[in-house]
């Protein structure tokens, strides 16, 4: 890792190192926003030092940089951390319970952030199934599948928190909407292909992982529209 890793986007890819002897990696903030992550100091102006990370021998270290392709390897049958527990959206009992459990948190920061519960369901759905252990091979973490280095973009200190994670996701997808004038396919695809490619295109990347993604959220949203959210008694307006 010679040069600088240059990120095509600003959400949430990701890095591999393996097995690095020594140095520490850097992230940084270029002035058009886009991610770096090197073993290198950067002395120029207009690059801001994000984080970083300490490198130790021997083993293997994920790193995050930014939302694109997060989710290429990543399908909808999920392993929980730790124990290695599987669970399916197949599953319709058991996703329908999870999605009742996590209503609440989505509605205080859909409302906070002005997007739509519908939207953000479907994203879970899609990402993780409701499960909060999932963690893809790429790293991503939770219900909403953040990045390391997307929850610390978003200020969230613990990715694996349900609410955290839910915060961060809420807070980041709304951030595509504002970037794409609130079209929501152009924010999708953003969320898994990350906005760089987005505005590459000046539309969804014509990738088939990332015009699936779009196809299956759009489809989720439009069918809790229609029927309504599942119901659940701790809904509440109140964001205390």
Known sequence: MKKPLRSIS????????????????????????????TDKRIKKKGYKLIKVYKVKKKKKTIFS????????????????????????????????????????????YSR?????????????????????????????????QLMPGTADMMKISNPWNPEQ?????????????RMFGGKKRFAIAAYNAGPGKVRRYKGIPPYRETKNYVKKVMAEYYRLKKQGLPKSHYVSTSLN
């Open 165 to 177: 994670n839910i915060h961060g996701g809420v807070k980041y997808i709304s951030e595509m909407l």
């Open 10 to 37: 600003f959400g949430i890819i990701f890095f591999l190192i393996n097995t690095v002897t020594h140095a520490n990696v850097y992230s940084y903030i270029s002035a058009d926003g886009s991610p770096i992550l």
């Open 65 to 108: 940089k930014t939302h694109s392709l997060q989710k290429m390897r990543y399908r909808k049958s999920t392993k929980s951390k730790g124990n290695g527990i599987v669970h399916s959206c197949a599953d319709k009992q058991h996703l329908a319970s999870k999605a009742r459990e996590y209503q609440r948190t989505i509605q205080i």
């Open 112 to 144: 906070n952030y002005g997007v739509e519960e519908e939207l953000i369901h479907a994203i879970v759905k899609q990402e993780s199934c409701f499960n909060e252990r999932a963690h893809s091979r790429a790293g991503a973490i939770g219900l909403m």
